[in-house]
Each structure stands twice: as C-alpha cells, then as structure tokens.
C-alpha cells in the first residue's frame, strides 16, 4: 500500500523557518518524482515544487522561488521542504503527493497533509 | 502564475448528470490535458482522472472526462450524496514549466 507521510509543520513566526519531511512507503520512492502542493484555509490547492526521480531537475512556483528549497534522499524514502523567509500567507497544509506524470499522471498519492501557521 | 478556470459551484439532483468544466490554454490543457481530484472537507485530495478518461482502478466508472481543445470536462453521472465535494483540474504548463491548479468546483447533490 503506497503511503505517504508529512511531519515538520508547526507555528512559526513570519520571517522564520520551518523543514518538512514526506516518508513514502508502498513503492518504489526512487523511481518517481514527486510534489509539494499547498491549501491555505478556505482556499484551493496551490502546486509548489517538484523533484525529479534523481533530484537534479526541479521546478517551483513562482510564489516560492527563492525561499523554500525541495530535495529529496531516496536512500531514506525522503522528500523535504526547506521553507525560509515565511509569511503570513505562507499559512496552508502542505502536501506531499506522488508524480508519475510521465506513466499516468501526476498526484496519484497524496500524504494527510501537515499543517502549518505562520503567525507572531 | 496563471491558473486554470473551474466554475466555483455546480449543485444537480440525487441521481442526475453533473458536467465541471476546466479551461486553460495551449500550453496547458491543450498541451497534455487534465487531471481531475476530487476532495471532500478535511481530507487530502484523491486523483479521479489522467490522459484523458484514464481513471485509477479504485474509481467509480461514474466519473468520466474528456478534453476539447483548451478544455477540460469531467462528468459525474447518477450523482450520489457522496459526490459532494470539491473538484480541481490541473495540467502541467509547458511555457511556465509548473503545474497549474483551477481554484476547485463545490459540487452540491440536491
């Protein structure tokens, strides 16, 4: 069964810093790319970064560049979000989802989600 | 970054058709098409649809989507109470090298 699980969210202060973490089980971890997605409250899904399989190819969102960084170590089934700089509206669940764009589709798996506020 | 463009709400009938629709442009939906999740409130969101029509195994054949162009449709025939949630589309967009969301259709089983 694939699983995905997000840890790292919490309060944090706006200029401050946060890691989030994404543990996959299930498949394959070093065989797919895999996301960062966002939902602030109330609102809708917002993409934020995607990884390759090998880490060497990675794309954010225009919202993000700059202040947060996606890597990855497959040899720990590891995905992260190092997010620097935080604001007021960086205030959202975080998501990690799987992405197998190139086979099916992108987002067939998403973790529960962590939560994270951005507030002083 | 420019997003696609979803109806914000569709409310049909117990048992009736609902069709969402997802407009974007040549470098996104047009490009390689949609993807459709569905999400209900409090939950992380479930992939419904790929490559248009292709669906995961564990999805109802009640829900069906196509792409027409800059388009994408996603249908929900014989509505259930369950369908209640929010839909997104998403494509990935070749000219700003991201993946672009809609901002989610709230679909109402009356």
């Known amino acids: 069964e694939v699983q995905l699980v997000e840890s790292g969210g919490g309060l944090v202060q706006p200029g401050g810093s946060l890691r989030l973490s994404c543990v996959a089980s299930g498949f394959a971890f070093g065989d797919y790319r895999m996301d960062w997605v966002r939902q602030a409250p109330g609102k809708g899904l917002e993409w934020l970064s995607y990884i390759n399989n090998g880490g060497d190819s990675i794309h954010y969102a225009d919202s993000v560049k700059g202040r947060f960084t996606i890597s990855r170590d497959n040899a720990k089934n590891s995905l992260y979000l190092q997010m620097n700089s935080l604001r007021d509206e960086d205030t959202a669940v975080y998501y990690c989802?799987?992405?197998?764009?190139?086979?099916?589709?992108?987002?067939?798996?998403w973790g529960q989600g962590t939560p994270v506020t951005v507030s002083s | 970054q420019a997003g696609l463009t979803q109806p914000p709400s569709v409310s049909k009938g117990l048992r009736q058709t609902a069709t969402l629709t997802c407009t974007g442009n040549?470098?996104?939906?047009?490009?390689?098409?949609a993807v459709w999740l569905q999400q209900h409130q409090g939950h992380p969101p479930k992939l419904l649809s790929y490559?248009?029509?292709n669906r995961p195994s564990r999805i109802s054949e009640r829900f069906s989507a196509s792409t027409s162009g800059n388009t994408a449709s996603l249908t929900i025939s014989g509505l259930q109470p369950e369908d209640e949630a929010d839909y997104y589309c998403s494509a990935w967009d070749s000219g700003l090298s991201a993946y672009v969301f809609g901002a989610g259709t709230k679909v109402t089983v009356l």
């Open positions: 490559r248009n029509n």
């Open positions: 040549s470098n996104n939906v047009g490009f390689q098409g």
């Open positions: 989802a799987r992405d197998d764009y190139d086979t099916t589709a992108p987002f067939d798996y």
